[in-house]
C-alpha cells in the first residue's frame, strides 16, 4: 500500500521551464548587445586609425611640397578636399599662415638688462635695437609658417569626427631686406 501512495516528482514544472527559458533570452539578448557594441567600438577605432594614417599622409605630402617649392608656391591659405577610395568617406582641410614674429621695445629693454628710461645711453642706440629687433622680426616672419591639416568624416550615421595636427615649418633661405640706415653721409 505505502507504493500506491509514493508520488513521483523527478520532473521540472511549466513555471520551472518558463522562467529557465526567460532567463536564457535574456541572456542571449545582453551577449548580442555586447557584441554588437564591441563590433561598433573596433569599427570606430578602425576610422580613428585610418583618419590618423590619412592626416600624417596628408601633412608629409605638404611639408614636402612646401620644402621642394618653397613657401610662395605650396603654401595655401585655405585647401580642402576628399581622399580617393576606398577612402571617400574622409575629407581633408589645410591651411597655412606667416607667422608674425613682431619683437617689441619690450624685448629691447630685456636684452639691454633694463628699462631704458634710465640709461645713460644715447637715444640713436634705442633705434639702433628697434631697427635690428624689425629686421630680426621680419626675417623670422619670412622664415616661418604654421602648417594645420585635419581630417573630417561622419562616424556611424550622424557624430562628425576630427582628427587634426599643426606643425611649423623654418626655411632660413628666405631673403634678408635691411632698411635704409639713414646715417648721413660725407
Request: charged fraction near 25%; glycine fraction near 4%.
Amino acid at each position: 500500500m505505502k507504493h500506491l501512495l509514493k508520488t513521483d516528482k523527478s520532473g521540472f514544472t511549466f513555471i520551472e521551464v518558463l522562467l529557465a527559458i526567460t532567463l536564457f533570452v535574456i541572456a542571449a539578448v545582453v551577449a548580442v548587445d555586447l557584441v554588437r557594441g564591441s563590433v561598433r567600438a573596433t569599427q570606430d577605432l578602425k576610422d580613428v586609425t585610418v583618419a590618423t594614417w590619412l592626416l600624417k599622409k596628408t601633412i608629409t605630402e605638404l611639408e614636402t611640397k612646401v620644402e621642394s617649392q618653397g613657401f610662395d608656391r605650396a603654401c595655401d591659405k585655405k585647401k580642402e578636399g576628399k581622399f580617393d577610395p576606398p577612402y571617400e568617406k574622409f575629407s581633408w582641410i589645410t591651411n597655412c599662415h606667416q607667422i608674425d614674429f613682431k619683437l617689441s621695445q619690450s624685448a629691447a629693454a630685456l636684452t639691454s638688462g633694463g628699462d631704458d628710461k634710465d640709461s645713460d645711453r644715447p637715444p640713436q642706440e634705442n633705434q639702433l635695437q628697434k631697427m635690428v629687433l624689425n629686421v630680426a622680426g621680419d626675417y623670422i616672419s619670412k622664415s616661418m609658417r604654421e602648417i594645420h591639416a585635419e581630417v573630417r568624416w561622419i562616424q556611424g550615421k550622424t557624430t562628425p569626427r576630427v582628427v587634426d595636427v599643426t606643425t611649423h615649418l623654418a626655411r632660413f633661405d628666405q631673403p634678408l631686406t635691411l632698411p635704409a640706415l639713414g646715417v648721413p653721409t660725407n
